[in-house]
Every structure is written in structure tokens, then in C-alpha cells.
């Protein structure tokens, strides 16, 4: 997001945070329903984030038409954010959706689950990418949702929390036009963010000591001043060496790459 979208998804975010107390898997589920409605009623999404419109009617719309339905809590924290100014319509319900996962991580945090939540996305991400089978089934729009809800729960059946497994189903059941992978992703980030911390995706050919880790996270938090949280990653095409990457840097030290530069060198 930019511009106006940005400065209003930020100022949602700061209420939320201030207003949802220990009531955050409530918002989350609530808000995760608006965005459902949003993008379901195209109409009424071009109306809530119209510019031309007061902030004040369509505060006063989205009132009427969610008052008795969701917590007074998440009310406000919705008419706020339809009064204030979005880039282009979609920016609402995605930053709506976003604000979702913010108050599931809330939920985690006051239950002592945040660490647990952000194993159990990257976990599940690292599941799905090894079994392609299981991803197509999980992806496949000809795939009724309930036989994918009924999939989750007995993939997942007592091996994440409650939240993780919301979140996971939030993911499959509704994309939004995103790949599985990167709905993954971003809720893991956002989960991080809960943490002020950056997430490493560390590949290495051959598992890394306790002490290798620990030279590894506070290397990283030397060169970019957060707290750093490795997700460690097996992999044989890594040959030797680290392969880490934090958001869209990569930093590669592998023997792979640098076999590979030495290929497009000789075939240049």
C-alpha cells in the first residue's frame, strides 16, 4: 500500500492494538467475516471506501448494516477505517484482512502462543511445499470448501493451536486472489511484526548446531538492528555453505550459487 492507504492501514493498526484487550480472536474472526462481505458485494466496497462520500456517511453506513452483528469493539475500529482514505477500494478490504491476522497474533500473545503460532505457519508452509498432492487438493477451486475444511482438520487435528488452525483455514478457504504460499507469508510476517522482530528463511545442506544458530541470529541482528527469528530450512540443493533470506534480500553463500555464477560466467 501507499500514500493515503498506507497512513490509514497504520492508524487502524495503533487502535486496534490499543482497544482489543483480550478480546482479539473474536475481532480477528469478525473482521475476517467483513472481509468476506467486502469482497463478495463489490458494490457496497466501492461505497465504504468511495473518496467522494463523507467519512461520516459511510461511517454511518457500515454502522447500520454491521450493528448487532459484530462486537462493539470491532464496529469502531470499522467505522473509523471506512471514514478515513484509501488509495483505491481494494486497499480497504486488504488492509481489513490484515488487521485480522493483527488481532489473531494479539490473541496468541495474551495467551503465551505467540512463538507457537509463527512455528505452526511456517511448518505448515514447509508441509505443503513438500507434498504437492496435498497442495493442489488444497488450492483446487473445484474442490468443494467444506471437503477442504474437513482435509485441515484432520491434517492439522492436535498438532497446532486453535488460532494457527483458524488462520490455516482462513488461508486455503479464502486466497483473495493470492497463491497459498504467499498467504502463508504474509501471516507469518505479520505474526513477526507482534514480535518487532525480522523472520530468516536460513537454507543450509545439513542441520546447524545450537551454537551455529546463535552466531547466525546475532550476526543478523547486528546487520539489520531487529531481533531475528531463523526458520531453518533442509536442503540438498544448498551443496555447502548458508543460503539466508530476509524478505526480498538474499544473502548467499552457498556452494550452489556460486556454482551457478560461475556457469553463467563461463557461458558468457
Known amino acids: 500500500m501507499r500514500g493515503a492507504s498506507r497512513a490509514s492501514l497504520a492508524e487502524a493498526r495503533d487502535q486496534l492494538v490499543e482497544t482489543a484487550g483480550e478480546a482479539g480472536e473474536r475481532i480477528g474472526n469478525e473482521l475476517f467475516a467483513v472481509v468476506a462481505l467486502l469482497d463478495s458485494e463489490h458494490g457496497l466496497r466501492r461505497l465504504v471506501s468511495d473518496p467522494a462520500r463523507s467519512g461520516e456517511a459511510k461511517a454511518g453506513l457500515i454502522r447500520t448494516l454491521l450493528d448487532g452483528k459484530v462486537s462493539a469493539v470491532t464496529l469502531d475500529l470499522?467505522?473509523?477505517?471506512?471514514?478515513?482514505?484509501?488509495?483505491?477500494?481494494?486497499?480497504?478490504?486488504?488492509?481489513?484482512?490484515e488487521l485480522a491476522v493483527v488481532a489473531f497474533s494479539i490473541a496468541a500473545e495474551q495467551a503465551g502462543q505467540l512463538d507457537d503460532l509463527e512455528d505452526d505457519l511456517f511448518r505448515f508452509g514447509r508441509v505443503v511445499a513438500g507434498q504437492p498432492e496435498l497442495r493442489d487438493a488444497l488450492?483446487?477451486?473445484?474442490?468443494?470448501?467444506?471437503?477442504?475444511?474437513?482435509?485441515?482438520?484432520?491434517?492439522?487435528?492436535?498438532?497446532?493451536?486453535?488460532?494457527?488452525?483458524?488462520?490455516?483455514?482462513?488461508?486455503?478457504?479464502?486466497?483473495?486472489?493470492?497463491?497459498?504460499?504467499?498467504n502463508l507469508d504474509s501471516y507469518a510476517q505479520l505474526v513477526a511484526e507482534r514480535r518487532q522482530r525480522l523472520v530468516a528463511l536460513v537454507r543450509v545442506a545439513s542441520p546447524l548446531t545450537e551454537q551455529q544458530q546463535q552466531r547466525l541470529a546475532d550476526g543478523l541482528v547486528r546487520l539489520y538492528g531487529h531481533e531475528v527469528h531463523l526458520n531453518i530450512v533442509l536442503d540438498r540443493q544448498v551443496v555447502g555453505g548458508i543460503s539466508v533470506q530476509v524478505g526480498d534480500e538474499l544473502i548467499d553463500g552457498s556452494v550452489a550459487s556460486r556454482l551457478a555464477e560461475l556457469r553463467r560466467r563461463l557461458a558468457g
Do not use: F, H, N, Y
Not at 470499522?78 to 488509495?87: C, F, Q
Not at 488452525?165 to 479464502?174: F, Y
Open 78 to 97: 470499522l467505522s473509523r477505517m471506512v471514514a478515513a482514505r484509501w488509495s483505491v477500494p481494494r486497499d480497504l478490504s486488504d488492509a481489513v484482512g
Open 139 to 182: 488450492v483446487d477451486q473445484a474442490l468443494p470448501a467444506e471437503r477442504k475444511r474437513e482435509l485441515l482438520a484432520a491434517l492439522l487435528d492436535g498438532k497446532v493451536s486453535e488460532l494457527a488452525e483458524r488462520l490455516l483455514t482462513q488461508a486455503v478457504l479464502q486466497p483473495r486472489g493470492r497463491s497459498l504460499e504467499a
